[in-house]
């Protein structure tokens, strides 16, 4: 096993899903360049299958309310963090000021730098995704996302993206960049949904 990986302490084994090891560092996976994103420049945008289109503002955002929110992270390539510390808008708050038609099924992901991920609608609307801007009571560094990024805890990490700058609310599934590149359409790490069949 590579150094500063470890295998999970009998306490965390039951929280470890399978076939991941443990790091306490925070290592950095971003593919391509990564995205210089100034937060008074952030407008983020809601479209799609929504009654009414909305930008937010940074500050339109900050007026928000904020939230945080402790959850581990598990990257695809095997590698987990526990209890990392995030801090911002809950989806579901921002989602209180949208109003979906009702063939909305799925969400398409858009980052800044062109990424995309996909999620189904119920993968979105959970109480503890929020859109970060703190990571350990720090604005989040630019290398993990910042200013802005998704965290949705319960799925593989690459559905948690870096420099969001919308989401598209589709009537039918669209694949992201990683699941278009053979990863999983939904990706829960306890079922090892790594790749799609
Ligand atoms: N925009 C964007 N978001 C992204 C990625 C990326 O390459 N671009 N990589 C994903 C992957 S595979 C992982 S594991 C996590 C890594 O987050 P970190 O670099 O903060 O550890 O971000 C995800 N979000
Ligand atoms: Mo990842």
């Known amino acids: 096993m590579p150094a500063n990986f470890f295998r999970p302490k009998t306490q965390d084994r039951d929280r470890v899903p399978p076939g991941q ?15 210089r994103v100034h937060p008074e420049d952030v407008t983020f945008e809601i479209s799609g299958q929504v009654e009414e289109a909305k930008a937010f503002s940074w500050e339109a955002l900050m007026a928000l309310p904020q939230s945080d929110l402790t959850a581990d992270f598990h990257c695809v390539t095997r590698w987990s963090k526990l209890e990392v510390k995030w801090s911002g808008i809950k989806v579901l708050d921002l ?13 398409l992901i ?19 995704n929020i859109l970060a801007h703190r990571l350990f009571g720090e604005p ?4 993990h996302g910042g200013p802005l990024r998704l965290i949705v805890p319960h799925l593989y990490a690459w559905k948690s993206a870096k420099w969001i700058r ?3 609310f ?8 990683w699941e278009v590149n053979g990863y999983h359409r939904r990706g829960d790490p306890w079922k090892e949904e790594r790749f799609s069949d």
Not at 21 to 35: A, N, S
Not at 111 to 125: H, I, W
Not at 140 to 143: F, N, S, T, W
Not at 170 to 177: M, P, S, V
Request: aromatic share 8%; hydrophobic share 35%.
């Open 166 to 168: 919308g989401l598209e």
């Open 21 to 35: 090891i443990l790091t306490e560092k925070f290592p950095v996976l971003t593919y391509g360049p990564t995205p």
């Open 140 to 143: 989040v560094p630019r290398d």
């Open 95 to 107: 989602m209180r000021l949208i109003q979906l038609k009702p063939q909305a099924r799925a969400v």
């Open 170 to 177: 589709l009537d039918r599934e669209e694949l992201g960049f």
């Open 110 to 128: 858009h980052c800044y730098g062109g990424y995309t991920t996909n999620l189904a609608l119920g993968d979105l609307l959970l109480e503890q």
